[in-house]
Nanobody
């Protein structure tokens, strides 16, 4: 069992930056790949980024590639999402998830509660 708690969301103007963090409980953090997903109002939840167990492999959605960076610290049981050059269309609730290294939600077994990111123009 893994419990995930996100933090770092907030309000920011377009072009600004935010850093999301996700803290995981349990001793088996490095047994899981980690992913970030987001859900905008009225839309389905979508993939944002994922990182494999070692942190050596990452994958991003086309909409955030080059602007967002996912990283993990297996000594601290945390995963982060650095978001730069934010756009109003990045506004969403962002979720951290633990599971298999994949871009599909079904690969992830454990989910956090989410943190709101609002980007104003």
């Amino acid at each position: 069992q893994v419990q995930l708690v996100e933090s770092g969301g907030g309000d920011v103007q377009a072009g600004g930056s935010l850093r999301l963090s996700c803290a995981a409980s349990g001793r088996t953090f490095n047994n899981y790949a980690m992913g970030w997903f987001r859900q905008a109002p009225g839309k389905d939840r979508e993939f944002v980024a994922a990182i494999n167990r070692s942190g050596r492999a990452t994958v991003y959605s086309d909409s955030v590639k080059g602007r967002f960076t996912i990283s993990r610290d297996n000594t601290k049981n945390t995963v982060a999402l650095q978001m730069n050059s934010l756009k109003p269309e990045d506004t969403a609730v962002y979720y951290c998830a633990a599971g298999f290294y994949d871009t599909h939600q079904s690969a992830y077994n454990f989910w956090g509660q989410g943190t709101q990111v609002t980007v104003s123009s």
